[in-house]
């Protein structure tokens, strides 16, 4: 057997025997062999080969290459002595025997000179002559007769050590045999070494993401086929600076004579472009701006021109993002292809704006996969110099334009400036300073815009200024445009500045989002409302049954005092809920504003005490007022009480003054929601410290409050907000912190003075209706509702006062009473009830029934939430939840009982 053959078997041998060491890891890897393994195994090897040289097997291949070198050393020793023979018998040999022994002693000399100076081994030369290994041919049998030496002499290790590039034995699924040094020192470079000090796996030392990661793909692909593979491939390495780039030619050959073997080499190639191939180098030079593109998008390089039309210096274009503005996946689509079609696309420059550019590829090259050569043309047109001035036409524009020289955030001035633009902002003075008009954190905005324009394009982005503060304050979208200049020149920068007046925009905007913040609130308190005035329906109407049960001085009365009156604050609590949700019932009424302040503000010298000194101060010759009185003295009454708690402990004084605001007033006030209209102000101001800036904007959201927790609701001035809304009118603060607050109540001018006002009418809710002695009366009263526990207390209390009273749970029921009977005097329902509401039933039966009954409903929703429901009923009573035990008798005997009867 040949020494080729032995270190095969053995090969194959050591793999079983590592197969069989990792039967027992479940399932794992079997680790790489660390170099003093591999140094052992070769030493085996080399012991084994020249112990299976000398057994003689495979068809005598080991007899025959013993005996050749004895033959022939033996007849080297023949020679010799044949040669001395003759020398000392010349005398007797003649010319002949002088003339063989000195063939003989050439031969030697040459043989001997060969061997000592190490050109070739004389078993070599033995088994070229045999033709050892099996009748190979004799360059095969040289190579072969090599790498046995190599193996037996332990050199093979030696001889990949010695070389420079990174050299890696590995399986065909990437567990790795053997490393040489080169490689060892490229992993710790890389900083992967594996645990221990192995080296790491061919797809470890790669690893990244993107386009070089599918590279590596197909190499680790063509070695667990044992097929050959080279790629080029890009690795950023090492941990300083953020590592370094660095470029690799990979290449992958199986090993013959050990298919679960392959080879790998790694040969690093120099980064600049002109080293890199020959086409690099033939177009470094070359006038028209061309670049190699590769599949993943890498530039392998980019030719001068090219890096002199982008404003790149060398090794800054990496990648095809490095040129192209936006996706460029469809565009290294495009010129893979090689089709020579145009592509255009807007490429970014470091020196001056982006450009439209063309791209067409003409070429491949490179190793493996390899790269595109990519022409690109820039339309420079674009970069003509502009002549900026300001034209009649532009100075007299509706909006500002100004032209400034510098830089903008920094030395910029304002050398000229339309008409628009010096009003806005009082650039009147030529080569004015900049940061005077508009505020610096204003101008680092825009020079900041103006480099984000430049590098990525696109829309241009406004920046808002706001000028002026208070009432007067207007805010100013501002678009800025560098002027173009020529490419490479070094004069003074000048930029276009633009001024556009969004005030009222921004205002529109602000009201919406404040409308629509308030409205989404309001619909979950009104929603909160009405299943909370449902329950107070039951816990008010029970309570007022037991007071009749147990009269002041029974021991009971006390503690339904206390129930009852808890109750009703939680239904002013839900009052002030459907306040601000601008959804309670109004009753609105032609007043005068003074004669309601007048009457109510003894009222209000009770509620704020007496270290609160109250100064009503009336205007003269006010106009009426439409409005509903209970819900105005309501809205007044929170503000005294806030502002009384907001003077604290010391006490101060309120002031509350009138006067009328004429349509002009109205609109130089500059206040939102006013209309060009004329309004009578009612003013509330104290003398407490004031309202904070910071919280201004929020004293209105409901649940917001900065009193103690326990001592506030935070609806108050919520509940002011919404009823003035629904008013139709508008509150607004006026505040300096430490100088006291002033709220502003506009409410919009009565336009019919001449009308007769007719005196104010007694509220018939049950909390102001003068109540009847007489609750009693006779009738016929069907009850429809479908919240039993109220239904209970309805029937209930009618029965008492001496009314015969049916009832349904809800609109089918009713229905099917009334076609057996429709002798009733009057109908109760609710509004809201499930399937068929109460208006739609009532409807119903007057059309298909006849029905004439009075009719009265009842819900826990406000009256201006179900108004467009009860439309559909004419001359129909309406009362609101909660109502009392006298509420609803009063309201039953008034309907069926008129005064006027």
């Known amino acids: 057997m040949s020494g080729a053959d032995n270190i095969k078997s053995l090969r194959e041998e050591l793999l079983d025997q590592t197969a069989g060491e990792a039967e027992g ?398 009003e806005a902002f009082g650039a009147q003075k030529k080569n004015s300073p900049l940061v005077k008009s508009v505020a610096q954190a204003t101008l680092e905005e825009l020079a900041e815009e103006i480099r984000r324009k430049t590098r990525a394009g696109g829309s241009p982005k406004p920046i808002e200024a706001t000028v002026g503060t208070g009432a007067a304050a207007r805010t100013y979208a501002l678009f800025a445009r560098p002027v173009r200049r020529k490419r490479g020149s070094y004069g003074v920068r000048r930029t276009l500045l633009y001024s556009v007046d969004v005030t009222d925009r921004k205002m529109m905007e602000e009201e919406y989002a404040q409308d629509q913040k308030l409205r989404g609130i309001g619909e979950l308190a009104s929603k909160v409302a009405h299943d909370f005035n449902n329950y107070l329906q039951v816990v008010i109407g029970h309570c007022d049954r037991l007071m009749l049960k147990h009269p002041a001085g029974d021991p009971a009365y006390a503690d339904l005092v206390q129930i009852r009156e808890n109750a009703q604050r939680a239904a002013n609590t839900t009052k002030q809920l459907l306040a601000f949700s601008r959804k309670q019932t109004l009753k609105k009424e032609v007043l005068s504003i003074t004669e309601i302040l007048r009457d109510f503000s003894r009222f209000l010298t009770r509620s704020i005490g007496e270290k609160v000194k109250l100064e009503l101060v009336n205007g003269r010759a006010l106009p009426y007022v439409k409005v509903d009185r209970y819900q105005l003295e309501t809205a007044v009454m929170n503000l005294a009480v806030n502002a009384r708690d907001a003077m604290g402990a010391a006490g101060g004084t309120l002031t509350i003054r009138t006067q009328n605001i004429s349509a002009e007033e109205a609109k130089a006030r500059n206040i939102a929601g006013l209309l060009d209209q004329d309004y009578v102000l009612i003013e509330v101001a104290d003398t407490g410290p004031g309202v904070a800036q910071e919280i201004a904007d929020k004293i209105f959201d409901p649940f917001f409050t900065t009193k103690e927790t326990g001592k506030g609701t935070g609806l108050g001035l919520s509940t002011v907000y919404g009823i003035i809304r629904q008013l139709d009118g508008v509150i607004a603060l006026k505040s300096a912190e430490g100088k006291g607050a002033t709220f502003e109540i506009y409410l919009p001018a009565y336009e019919a003075p001449d009308q007769k006002v007719d005196a104010p009418k007694e509220d018939a809710s049950p909390s102001r209706a003068a109540e009847p002695k007489d609750l009693t009366g006779a009738g016929r009263v069907l009850i429809v509702e479908d919240e039993d526990p109220v239904r209970n207390f309805v029937v209930a209390t009618l029965t008492d006062c001496g009314y015969e009273v049916s009832e349904a749970a809800d609109a089918e029921e009713a229905l099917e009473l009334l076609e057996e009977d429709m002798d009733y005097d009057l109908v109760i329902s609710d509004v809201m009830m499930p399937d068929m509401d109460g208006p739609s039933m009532v409807k119903q039966a007057r059309e298909t029934l006849g029905l004439q009954s009075k009719i009265i409903f009842m819900s826990a929703y406000a009256e201006a939430a179900v108004r467009e429901q009860l439309d559909l009923i004419e001359e129909a009573g309406y009362i609101q939840k909660p109502f009392t035990l006298q509420g609803i008798a009063a309201t039953v005997k008034d309907t069926l009982y008129p005064a006027t009867d």
């Open 25 to 422: 890891e479940a399932g794992a890897n079997p680790r790489p062999h660390t170099r003093e393994e591999i140094i052992a195994m070769m030493d085996a090897a080399a012991q084994k080969a020249g112990k299976d040289d000398h057994k003689g097997k495979h068809d005598g291949g080991g007899f025959l290459n013993a005996a050749a070198f004895w033959v022939l050393w033996a007849g080297v020793f023949t020679a010799i002595a044949a040669i001395i023979y003759v020398v000392i018998s010349a005398r007797d040999s003649g010319g002949a025997g002088i003339v063989l022994a000195g063939g003989l002693a050439l031969l030697i000399a040459v043989f001997l000179t060969g061997a000592a100076m190490k050109m070739f081994s004389p078993v070599l030369v033995a088994g070229v002559m045999l033709r050892r290994a099996t009748g190979k041919k004799p360059a095969e049998a040289v190579e072969l007769a090599g790498a046995e030496i190599l193996g037996a002499l332990g050199l093979a290790e030696r001889v990949l050590d010695a070389d420079q590039d990174a050299r890696l034995v590995a399986r065909r699924d990437g567990v790795v045999t053997y490393a040489n040094r080169a490689y060892f020192q490229l992993a710790k470079a890389a900083g992967v070494m594996g645990p221990a000090s192995l080296p790491p796996r061919i797809d470890r030392l790669f690893a990244q993401q993107g386009a070089e990661a599918t590279k590596v793909f197909r190499l680790c692909r063509a070695a667990k086929s044992a097929e050959a593979a080279e790629e080029i491939i890009y690795q950023t390495m090492g941990l300083a600076g953020g590592g370094e780039r660095r470029r690799f030619e990979v290449s992958v050959r199986p090993i013959r004579g050990a298919e679960d073997h392959v080879a790998w080499r790694l040969r690093e190639l120099p980064v600049e472009e002109k080293e890199q191939d020959s086409l690099a180098a033939a177009y470094a030079d070359f006038p028209r701006p061309v670049f190699a593109l590769e599949k993943s998008g890498q530039i392998a390089w980019a030719n001068a021109a090219a890096r002199d039309k982008l404003g790149a210096q060398r090794g800054q274009l990496q990648a095809i993002d490095d040129i192209v503005l936006g996706e460029t996946g469809d565009l290294v689509s495009g010129l893979w292809r090689i089709d020579r079609e145009p592509i255009t696309a807007q490429v970014r420059r470091r020196n001056a704006d982006p450009a439209e550019a063309t791209f067409s590829a003409f070429r491949r090259g490179g190793i493996g996969e390899g790269f595109a050569c990519v022409e690109m043309a820039i339309d420079e047109s674009v970069d003509e110099v502009e002549d900026v001035a300001l034209s009649g036409d532009m100075s007299e524009s509706p909006f500002g334009v100004a032209i400034i020289e510098g830089e903008i955030n920094r030395d910029g001035r304002i050398v000229e400036a339309n008409k628009a633009f010096a």
